[in-house]
């Protein structure tokens, strides 16, 4: 069996990387077009809407925002991320002596 030089292992083993990127990158790239294609026809059929609506924010009151990912619904209530922000800057104004 023959040794293969530095340069040539080295080769090799950056094409093979090469490949398992692009494979990788085309496995994830037919994943999200089938699971686009599918939203896709699934509302077509149920609400005759042409959309793909994987993932969908809307607000509902000025306090909530319903964030509705493949008809997951969770209500998210921004009252409390505007307090925790609000004293997220007033702890960084104190800090730095403002």
Same mark, same amino acid.
């Given at each position: 069996? $023959?040794?293969? #030089?530095?340069?040539? #292992? +080295?080769?090799?083993?950056?094409?093979?990387?090469?490949? @398992?990127?692009?494979?990788? &990158?085309? =496995? =994830?790239? $037919? &994943? +999200?077009?089938?699971? @686009?294609?599918?939203?896709?026809? &699934?509302?077509?059929?149920?609400?005759?809407? #042409?959309?793909? /609506?994987?993932?969908? $924010?809307? %607000?509902?009151?000025? #306090?909530?925002?319903? &964030?509705? +990912?493949?008809?997951?619904?969770?209500?998210?209530?921004?009252?409390?991320?505007?307090?925790?922000? /609000?004293?997220? %800057?007033?702890?960084?104004?104190? =800090? $730095?002596?403002?």
């Amino acid at each position: 069996m $023959l040794k293969m #030089s530095r340069v040539e #292992s +080295f080769k090799r083993a950056r094409r093979y990387r090469a490949k @398992c990127i692009m494979t990788l &990158v085309l =496995f =994830f790239t $037919l &994943v +999200f077009a089938g699971v @686009c294609l599918s939203d896709y026809s &699934v509302n077509m059929i149920m609400k005759n809407q #042409s959309k793909i /609506e994987i993932i969908k $924010l809307e %607000k509902k009151d000025d #306090s909530y925002i319903m &964030v509705d +990912f493949m008809n997951l619904k969770l209500y998210l209530n921004t009252l409390y991320v505007k307090e925790d922000i /609000e004293r997220l %800057k007033a702890g960084i104004q104190s =800090f $730095l002596g403002k």
